[in-house]
């Protein structure tokens, strides 16, 4: 009875929210590994012209668009997912055309579920085509219904909108195939010979209508597909498109199991499911066509991505699509004049909760770590947000004129090839010589990294990308319960991870004060404690400090040996030739230095004040694998050649070097599983870290037992690579590194 201006104030209202929700923050989030290729795509489209279809990557349609909006207002992690954001936006203006087919209260609280849906805004924020696809394929579906009640121009837009469809997505060849089954069900639900009857009476009266829309979606699409006939090749799309995506599906390219979006579709929308269900229930037989099509099709999408094995979150708002309208009519009941109160109060609880579950997803755990606590299970491996740092980094780099700023090469090519898009990087793994203030690699890289940029920089690893797989693990009641309150699940958060090197332009630091581990402390005559390589290390193994404090360090990341000085700072001393994941060393008394090469099956002598480099003498059947050295007083050396389960003894005879061999594999006295950690703990005797025996033995200098140590609870990881050393004769330190 009021003005007819007012009848639009709940639809503005619902268009600020959307608005408020899709744009606040959207630049923040750090990009994902697909956004960030979508995204440069773009921009080089805007800047190159250069663009051809491949299927890989979707339909041209959100190139398109967003390189037109890199063209009016700028290139920018906001106006990048703004396409995206702006077409969920526009679903209410889908829902908007509702209005005949289910009514004006239907149609807005259906326009308010596609706002606040969790998965939908999630998306909807997110540079990727799915929730495009969802408004094209919306509005296709909406054209046909207008045209099929007589509208003939009608036809024309279904032309346009199911063209666009097909350019955003290749789920639209899913969509149209369920729409088909459908038809087909609904055809001989209603008797076989009467439904052919009637479809072929509908093809018949609008057989003009159809081929005048199929005219319109040739010519949409296919200049869309061949960049405006630049790439003639592609006018066939479909074939393309089908034969790739019918690939990953054969290969289970992101397989999981069949039941992977039961959960998320019950966590995340579970008021769209279920409302819509009671919709259907409420109606029984007196149910419309529409409405029996709307649930067949909203079904059979959740069975259909069910059986097909791609298997990731996003495609969460193709199944719960069809769910809306009809859930938006049974709010506009439950909320309108014959609404009954326990119905509003537990509709209106569900609606608060997706509102509250929304919000928490998109705008606080909205990114996902093994550092942070809580994880989305709407997140799929998702750049994680310490790469945003390294990114401030680079882009402060590139505002002091430092070219290049980065050497980027291996995993973290993506995001970082949006983010450093205008920014001076060199591609690839540095060469000799190049000395960027900033190296990212990924962890395998850093050793042959590192040899190439010299000393000098220091080396952190950071996760690139994090996920978590709720069905890695089966959960207990209490599990379920804290991941749906406060979303903290309930197996680890992977990742995987980049090293990042920066290099040192001030003076080295040396040791650094550190604190002495109580049990250490208590065990120990030990005062203090100091901490040195820090930054200058990746994963070392073997120490041995020199009599005038030169600590030697093996490091199997790096698959080198460093030096450093009795205060702590690097010593500019690099080994030549190359080491293979060395594990061990020790000094002689003559100042050189034995080097375990562990991954070159070798042992060597190293003189650093000459650099030069002695193999030492090998033993019958040669090394396999050595892990521990150690040298005695009188200049006797001893190897453990783990591989082939022995001690070695290395001593000179009139010049010549000789190697024995003490003790054979087995469990028996003065025999060895995996011997790694070794010592001398008198001139004649050697201690010996038995690790697969999960003991101690100490031989003498034939091989013969002189006493055993049994340690039961060690080394339960099988290569836990222990070391040993003797602080006096009744007193030894023995690692034991955690499984």
Known sequence: GGPRWMRYVPW???????????????????????????????????????????????????????????????????????????????????????????????????????????????????????????????????????AARGSGRAWLWVGVWTALAF?????????????????????????????????????????????????????????LFTVGFSFPGDWFFPGKAISYWWGQHSVGRVAGPWWYHLPRLALYDFLPIVAAVAWLVRRGRRIRRVEAALILFAVLSVAMYGYLREKVP??????????????????????????????????????????????????????????????????????????????REGLALRDEGVDPVAAVAGEAGWPLTWYFRATPVWWSEPTPGMRPPLVLCDVDQEGAVRRALGPGYTSERLPLRGWWLMESQAPGPGDVWRYVLGRVPWSKVGSSDITALRRIDDEVPGAQPATTPATLAAALPVSNSRVIGHGWLSEPRGVAVRDDGVVAVADVGLSTVLLFDAEGKPLQIAFPGELQQPEAVAWTRGGLLVIADTWAHRAVLFDPTRRTVQPLPEPPKGWYGPRGVAAAQDGTLAVTDTGNKRLVLLTTRDGVGEATVLGTGGSAAGE????????????????????????????????????????????????????????DSDLWLVSDTPA
């Open 314 to 391: 996003w495609l969460l708002v193709h199944q719960v699509w069809a769910f809306m309208p009809l859930a938006g009519a049974q709010l506009a009941r439950t909320f309108g004049p014959r609404g009954r109160w326990w119905s509003r109060a537990l509709a209106g609880g569900a609606l608060a909760v997706t509102l509250v579950f929304s919000v928490a997803a998109n705008y606080f755990w909205n990114e996902i770590s093994p550092n942070l606590r809580r994880a989305e299970a709407l997140i799929y491996v998702q750049t994680c947000p310490e790469i945003k740092q390294v990114v």
């Open 12 to 146: 503005l209202l619902l268009v600020a929210l959307s608005l408020t929700l899709h744009l606040w923050g959207l630049g923040e989030r750090s990009y994902h590994h697909d956004e960030a290729i979508h995204a440069h795509a773009a921009h080089v489209l805007l800047k190159d012209g250069t663009y051809q279809y491949d299927p890989t990557y979707h339909g041209p349609l959100l190139y398109y668009l967003t390189a037109g909006t890199y063209a009016l207002i700028g290139d920018s992690d906001f106006t990048a997912r703004l396409p995206i954001a702006l077409a969920g936006v526009l679903l209410i203006g889908a829902a908007w055309h509702l209005r005949r087919p289910f009514g004006a209260r239907a149609a807005w609280w259906t326009g308010l579920l596609v706002t606040i849906s969790p998965s939908f805004l999630y998306y909807g924020r997110f540079l990727r085509m799915d929730v495009l696809e969802v408004l094209t394929a919306s509005c296709a579906l909406l054209a046909a219904y207008v």
């Open 167 to 223: 350019a955003t997505k290749e789920n639209a060849y899913v969509t149209g195939a369920l729409i088909g089954l459908v038809w087909l069900i609904m055809v001989v639900a209603s008797g076989p010979r009467r439904g052919v009857s009637a479809t072929l009476a509908f093809l018949d009266r609008h057989r003009w209508g159809i081929v005048g829309s199929i005219a319109v979606a040739v010519l949409v699409a296919v200049p």
């Open 672 to 727: 060895f599983v995996e011997p790694v950690g070794i010592t001398w703990s008198a001139n004649d005797r050697l201690l010996v870290c038995d690790t697969g025996n999960h003991r101690l033995q100490e031989v003498d200098r034939d091989g013969g037992l002189l006493r055993a140590v049994v340690l039961p609870g060690a080394w339960s990881e099988f290569y836990s690579r222990p070391q040993v050393a003797v602080l």
